[in-house]
């Protein structure tokens, strides 16, 4: 069975502070995708990055930028330089490599950047 | 405006009715998700279509819940019977079909969602 956790329900920090959020998954699959979505105030969620179980190459997006570990089954998520407008639930998911049809979620981190 | 929507937003409803829900996706793609998001949890799959066809459904999806996709366009979710249990956001997210492993595979492009009050 698939299952993701996320083990910070809440985490707060003061804007401009590093701040990671961990993500742990179980698969029996020997190919899947990762996938962090953040969900803003307004609900709506948006997709941020897919990562394939083959590629453990760690990314960088601009503040963002994600470690992905196989011999830890982990693939965390770091913002930079935090800012007011990272304010919003972010979740960690997995799902099989051969379709990327169901997407198995975590519960979500809430992240709150104080000014 | 050309993202996801979904119809309507708010729905209250008392226990025992049916409630449908219908979603718009995005017009170019041909896969359609439904999840359920419950406060303080992640989304939770429902059922997908490829097109017309619904080719998963979760065990979470009893036979008071159906799905359809008539013309592979927009989709309807029925709730029947509605019990207390079904208060939540329910999620619309389309994508474009991940025939080639990688090729935009598991980007969901989600709608605001409906949400569900049963009393």
């Known amino acids: 069975a698939q299952k993701v956790t996320q083990a910070q329900t809440e985490i707060s920090v003061v804007e401009k502070e590093d701040v990671t959020l961990d993500c742990v998954y179980e698969t029996r699959d020997t190919t899947y995708y990762l996938f962090w979505y953040k969900q803003p105030p307004s609900g709506e969620l948006v997709f941020l990055i897919r990562?394939?179980?083959?590629?453990?190459q760690n990314e960088i997006s601009g503040r963002y930028s994600w470690n992905f570990q196989k011999s830890t089954s982990s693939f965390n998520f770091t913002i930079t330089a935090s800012q007011v407008v990272d304010s919003a639930v972010y979740f960690c998911?997995?799902?099989?490599?051969?379709?990327?049809?169901?997407?198995?979620f975590g519960s979500g981190t809430r992240l709150s950047i104080r000014p | 405006d050309t993202g996801v929507s979904q119809d309507p937003r708010h729905k209250i409803t008392k226990r025992g009715q049916n409630v449908t829900f219908r979603c718009d996706p995005i017009s170019e793609h041909n896969r359609l998700y439904w999840y359920r998001q419950t406060l303080g949890q992640g989304p939770e799959f429902l059922t997908y279509?490829?097109?017309?066809?619904?080719?998963?459904k979760s065990r979470l999806l009893s036979d008071r819940f159906s799905a359809e996709r008539p013309k592979g366009s927009f989709s309807t979710l029925e709730i029947q019977r509605t019990e207390q249990g079904d208060s939540a956001m329910y999620l619309c997210?389309?994508?474009?079909?991940?025939?080639?492993?990688?090729?935009?595979?598991?980007?969901?492009?989600f709608g605001e969602g409906s949400r569900l009050t049963v009393l």
């Open positions: 279509f490829q097109n017309e066809a619904q080719l998963e």
């Open positions: 997210a389309s994508s474009p079909s991940s025939l080639l492993a990688g090729k935009g595979a598991g980007e969901l492009f």
């Open positions: 990562r394939n179980s083959f590629d453990e």
């Open positions: 998911a997995l799902s099989e490599y051969s379709s990327a049809s169901k997407i198995i």
